[in-house]
């Protein structure tokens, strides 16, 4: 698709959460570079800020930046209310967090802060944003899930269910919005380039696999009218299409030996 038919399609405005690093950063300035003014939200705004200036200056953009903790269970409604009026034509909530390990060492409080931040804001903002993509009659809704939404991943149980989350919420409204011409992607990334992996003590340096994160998000963006998943690497994407097929019990276990072999 050319610049000029995405941002006929997707534009004139987009709204990424999470945009302060990682694959959100990277989904800034892809949107940016097509010509897409922003709204760029997470809570580190000095980022965004340095971020909107890099942009607007690069490619002749707008870029709003909107604090937002989506650990309140307000924030979504308070970023929708705050863009009432606007023409937003593509949400791409991709603002998350991990936690790995045995499921009982987790802190429970992180847990029920995950499951708001990567669960509760996805499925808020989608179902604000709706009326306003069909009152247009175009757009795009773009869910950050994981390849780990794709099958129960031990060691990694609570960020996996919800990814699964994010997965069959994608998947459903793919099904209920694309004749209404609304695209809907939910991107699955395999280990990708940002700040998470430290976030997590996980080291991912040695892992060949591994993307930038704009590489990333390029990808999930030239891909966005071709749901209803997308996963990023073509590698992973053999890897889960064939540990799927496998009678469930085998692949996990196979699964529970990769996560056990990665600390
Ligand atoms: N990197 C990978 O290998 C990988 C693989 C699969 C899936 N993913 C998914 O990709 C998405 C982006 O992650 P990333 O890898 O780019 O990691 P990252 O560099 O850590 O970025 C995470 C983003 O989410 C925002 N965020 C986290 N908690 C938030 C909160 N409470 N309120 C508002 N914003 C919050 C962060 O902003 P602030 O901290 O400034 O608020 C940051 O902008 C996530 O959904 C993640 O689960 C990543």
Redesign the pocket.
């Known amino acids: 698709m050319t610049d000029t038919a995405f941002t006929h399609r997707y534009g004139p405005l987009a709204l990424v959460?999470?945009?302060?690093?990682?694959?959100?950063?990277g989904f800034a300035e892809e949107l940016a570079a097509r010509g897409m003014d922003l709204v760029v939200?997470?809570?580190?705004t000095d980022?965004l800020e340095a971020l909107a200036a890099r942009l607007a200056a690069e490619h002749g953009i707008t870029v709003e930046c909107l604090s937002?903790?989506?650990?309140g269970p307000a924030?979504p409604g308070e970023l929708l209310a705050t863009l009432a009026g606007r023409d937003v034509g593509l949400l791409v909530s991709?603002?998350?967090?991990?936690l790995k390990g045995p499921h009982e060492a987790n802190d429970a409080a992180a847990m029920a802060?995950m499951l708001t931040?990567?669960c509760h804001a996805p499925m808020q903002l989608a179902h604000g944003m709706i009326p306003r993509l069909k009152a247009r009659g175009r757009g795009g809704l773009l869910f950050?899930?994981?390849?780990?939404g794709l099958i129960g991943c031990p060691y990694s149980a609570a960020?996996a269910a919800s990814?699964a989350l994010v997965v069959s919420l994608g998947e459903a409204l793919w099904g209920e919005l694309s004749p209404e011409g609304i695209d809907v992607l939910t991107l699955?990334?395999?280990?990708?380039?940002?700040?998470?992996?430290a976030?997590q003590g996980i080291d991912?340096s040695a892992n060949p696999h591994l993307l930038p994160?704009r590489e990333v998000a390029r990808l999930a963006l030239d891909n966005l009218a071709n749901g209803p998943t997308f996963v990023s690497h073509p590698v992973y994407e053999a890897m889960f299409d064939k540990m799927r097929a496998l009678p469930r019990r085998e692949a996990l276990s196979a699964m529970a030996q990769g996560m056990k072999r990665q600390g």
């Open positions: 959460t999470g945009a302060s690093s990682g694959i959100g950063t939200t997470a809570r580190r980022r937002a903790d989506l650990t924030a991709n603002a998350g967090f991990g802060e931040v990567n950050t899930a994981s390849v780990e960020y990814k699955c990334p395999g280990p990708t380039e940002s700040e998470a992996a976030k991912m994160a």
